[in-house]
Structures are given as C-alpha cells and as structure tokens.
C-alpha cells in the first residue's frame, strides 16, 4: 500500500513541522518570552474552624488575606454549613465572621484561598537621617499602647545599650537594633502574649515578643513602625502563625523579621494576613474552638506569561480569554490540556511496555482528578472505591440482578461511598482526600464492575496485580501530567497537541516487542541470538 504510507508520512511529517514553525515564529518574530514559561509558585491554604455548640448562638472572628502588589489572592471558596459568612474591610484588613444560632453538636468551617507571592528586598539609602516630622495619617505608629511601652525607662535603657551614640543614619540604626533583636535576644518558642519589657527583661521571646520589642524602639527613634501577621507557608498542616515588623522608611514600608534573620526584606513564602497587634482568632467562649492551616505547595504559569501572550498577534491561540469569557477557570483549562499528555503516557506503558490496565484510559482521567487530593490520597481513594464497590457488586450477583439494575446500583454505590469519604476526611482533618468528590463517578462504577469480573473470573491474584499495574501507570500518568513547565508550555503553546497526535501515529504502527514480552521471554531471545 504505498499510497497509504505516503499519506502517512506526509501526514506524520505536517503534524510535527507545522506546530514546531508556529512555536518559532512566536519565539523569533513574536518575542515570547521563554523566561515566563518557567513555573512561578504557589501555595494553596485551607483554614480549617471546628466548634462544639450547646444550643446556643456562636460567632467567630478571623482575618482574611488582601491581595497587594507583592502578593495575588485568587480562588477563594468557603464551606460553613449553617454558619453566615460576612466579610467587612477597613483601609488595611479583612475582617471575616461566622455566626449561626442556637448551634448543636460538632461544626465545622472551611476557608480556602490559593495566594502567589514574590520575595521582596528593599535598599533603605546610606546616610539618611531620621525625620523630624511625619504626616498626621503615620502618627498611631509612633505612640505607645498595649505591649508596646515605648515611654517606659526600659525601652531607652535598651536603646541606650545599643546605640550609644544616637544620631546616626536610619541604616545604621535598623542594622544594630536588628542584629541585637536577632543574636542576643533569645528564640523561645512561645505560643503565649510577651509584651516588649518582658521580652527585654527575660532576654528571649518569640516572634510577638520580639516584634513588640523592636516596634518600642523604632518608634522611641521617631520611626513609624507597626506589627504584621501572616503565615510562614510550607506544605503541611500547621496551627501557628507569625509576626514580623514594619518599619516606615523614606516612603515604604519596610519589613524585618528577627527570628528568621529577614533584614529588609520577606521571602515569597510569607503570606500577610493582616496589620497590627491584635488576636488571629477571636469567638464566643466555651465553644471548644479549634482551627488548623492546610497548606499545598503548587507551580502554576506566571502571571506575566499571559499578559504576554494576550498582546500577541496570534491571540486566537491563546485559549485563556476564551474559555474565561464562558466562566471556565484556568484550572479546568489546564486539566482538559493536560489529560492527552496522559493518554500518551497510558498509551506507552500498554503498548510499548506491555503493563494490563483497567479501562484505556482510566489512568490519564484518574490522574486528573487527583491532582486535587494529591497522588498518595487519590491512590487510596482509588483503591477504596474500587473494593467496596466490588464487594457490592458480588453480592448483587449471588441476588442475580440484570445488567443495567446492577450498573445502577453501582453508580449509587460509589456516590454514596464518595460521600461518605468526604464526610470523614472532614471531621478527621484529612483535607485532600475529600477532594475524592471529583473522581470520575461512571468511571469509577465501571472499573469496579471490571475488578469484580476480573477476581470472578481470573482470581483474587489476577485482580490485585491488575490494579497495581493500573496505580503504576495512574503515578506515571500523575508525574506528566502535573509537570508546571509542561503545562506552562502547553497553555502558551497549545499547538503542541498536534505534535501528540503524530507521536500516538506513530505508536499505532508499533509491532516491536513489548518490554514485558522482552522479560518474560529473554531466555528463549538470548538463547536464539547466540546459535
């Protein structure tokens, strides 16, 4: 057929040419930036708020993270069951609070935000003096209150010890009343309130104790200064938050930070969630109040790339304004351009490896979902759907039910199991297993029906090796497809899914021996290869 191999090859050769061209016409002519297709990082925080009512009215307090030009606050999504949400902003802060009436029994609250930040460093000029005055909006910054006793003899006596001399520049200053706050006054790690002549006369402190310390002294100098809260975000879950200081320097704030060695300067894995000296955390008492951080590290694509690629001439390439103008998020639109990259991987592990899946698919859609749960959770998630399910199935045989009754039993059965995770891995904390709500549910069903068959039909041992064989390829399909660089690519190049569909071309006209045939069978090969 040598028609249909040209037609082949000609199709093969458009399929990779035609992609690569228009991603160098971009690159060379269009100016794409490639500095903008590596990953920025993000982090996903859940708060998550329990609470034993008794029949009466509760009321919680938190605050709530701003975006500002150093960090972007995006998907915010709230869960709190009879609890009304309201949200009150001032000039600086988020004010969040839950109330419910006549509450009973065990609640719960959740509040999640994904939030991107950037590593801030400031160069405060050498040589520049202290200023005599200040406009009237910086003067709560310079006067005492509560923890902060800058006219107690103490606070000078202090100062005294670290700056003899006093009238030195705003450089200088910061410099020695940092490293005295860092190296002298001792890290304790105490969750309780240390007020600034506590924390100098016991000569440790946490960072509250610290931060007030400092804020005496900058403001004793005539130096505006105030209190931040916020989080350190590292993935895990986490009850303690962090304070750090802001001291206002030639027309900015400018952050330090004594217990991390911070010198004008915070790194992108802090996040701000509000200013002043006041409590994270305030609600009705006798309540049992308990809160935790969930916090996910994630990459996703630069802001910048799409700004970008939106001034570009090809905008008819870039998916992002159309899809937004329907309401579909960024995220779906990576999920639907990343799930052919995992059918590709699917595609080489039966094909040119030779490992037994459930489903052709199955692992590129399963992967997908877990992107939410994580791979160990979605994993278990996977498993555990699949038994039960399974066992309900074989008990709806020995009933001897017809086919389509059954599959509908099924579907309900995973419905209910699904739910039923959920609400556990809620009232036990597990926040990304109740992301398990996003799995495929017909799927699920299906290759429940296909295990049960399997263990029927060819033995518990077949079924089991089945599905490690499917958890293998569902990982591999996981660890593509949840590539940030990849998907940073894809989004500004989507073109690239042709360059797919040339490879799957080519993998159709596989008829080399598979890997596994090669292991089973490499005895007999060798054995040919050396007569």
């Not at 988020?94 to 950037?118: C, D, L, M, N």
């Not at 937004?324 to 960024?330: D, T």
């Not at 079924?463 to 990982?475: D, E, F, K, M, S």
């Not at 040339?502 to 040919?528: P, T």
């Amino acid at each position: 057929m040598p028609n249909r191999r040209f037609f082949f090859l000609t199709l093969f050769a458009l399929l990779i040419a035609a992609p690569l061209g228009l991603i160098s016409y971009k690159l060379l002519v269009l100016d794409y930036r490639m500095a903008d297709l590596i990953p920025a990082t993000s982090y996903h925080v859940d708060i998550n708020m329990t609470v034993d009512g008794h029949g009466d009215d509760i009321s919680m307090h938190t605050y709530l993270p701003k975006s500002d030009p150093r960090q972007h606050i995006t998907e915010e999504t709230q869960t709190s069951g009879d609890f009304r949400l309201d949200i009150n902003s001032d000039p600086l802060n988020r004010i969040a609070t839950w109330k419910a009436e006549a509450v009973e029994g065990p609640q719960s609250v959740h509040y999640s935000f994904v939030v991107q930040a950037q590593h801030v460093q400031y160069r405060i000029p050498t040589g520049l003096q202290i200023p005599k005055s200040y406009p009237p909006q910086l003067a709560p910054y310079l006067r005492a209150e509560e923890g902060v006793q800058v006219n107690d003899p103490l606070i000078d006596e202090a100062i005294d010890k670290i700056i003899p001399q006093r009238d030195i520049p705003i450089s200088e200053l910061l410099t020695r009343m940092h490293r005295y706050l860092q190296d002298e006054l001792r890290n304790k790690n105490f969750s309780g309130y240390t007020d600034a002549i506590t924390a100098y006369k016991l000569g440790e402190a946490s960072c509250n104790g610290k931060g007030r310390l400092f804020v005496a002294m900058a403001r004793k100098m005539n130096l505006p200064a105030r209190s931040v809260s916020g989080l350190i975000m590292k993935s895990g879950n986490k009850r303690v938050s962090h304070q750090w200081v802001e001291i206002y320097v030639n027309g900015y704030w400018v952050p330090f930070d004594t217990i991390n060695d911070h010198f004008a300067e915070l790194p992108a894995n802090f996040l701000t969630l509000y200013y002043g000296d006041e409590v994270l955390f305030r609600h009705s008492r006798n309540i049992n109040f308990q809160y935790s951080f969930q916090i996910t590290k994630k990459l996703v694509p630069k802001s910048s790339l799409r700004e970008h690629i939106g001034d570009s001439m090809l905008n008819i390439a870039n998916l992002y304004q159309t899809f937004e103008s329907v309401g579909i998020s960024q995220n779906l639109l990576k999920i639907i351009l990343m799930i052919p990259f995992g059918a590709l991987v699917t595609v080489i592990f039966r094909n040119v490896i030779g490992i037994e899946t459930f489903g052709t698919f199955l692992p590129a859609l399963i992967a997908s979902a877990a992107r939410d749960t994580g791979l160990l959770w979605g994993a278990i998630g996977f498993v555990m759907v699949i038994v039960l399910t399974a066992l309900i199935r074989r008990g709806m045989d020995w009933l001897q039910l017809l086919h389509s009754p059954k599959m509908a039993i099924l579907l309900t059965s995973v419905v209910m199991i699904i739910l039923g995770a959920t609400v556990l891995s809620v009232q036990f904390g597990l926040g990304q297993l109740a992301h398990l709500s996003l799995f495929p549910i017909a799927i699920l069903a299906i290759t429940a029906e296909r295990f049960a068959i399997f263990e029927a039909e060819q033995g518990l041992y077949k079924a089991a090796r089945v599905t490690v064989a499917t958890l293998v390829v569902i990982a591999a399909a996981y660890t593509v497809m949840e590539s940030q660089f990849l998907q940073s690519m894809v989004l500004a190049f989507p073109e690239l899914l042709f360059v797919l569909i040339a490879l799957n071309m080519w993998l159709g006209k596989w008829i080399g021996m598979r890997i596994s045939e090669f292991v089973r069978f490499r005895k007999l090969i060798w054995s040919e290869a050396a007569k």
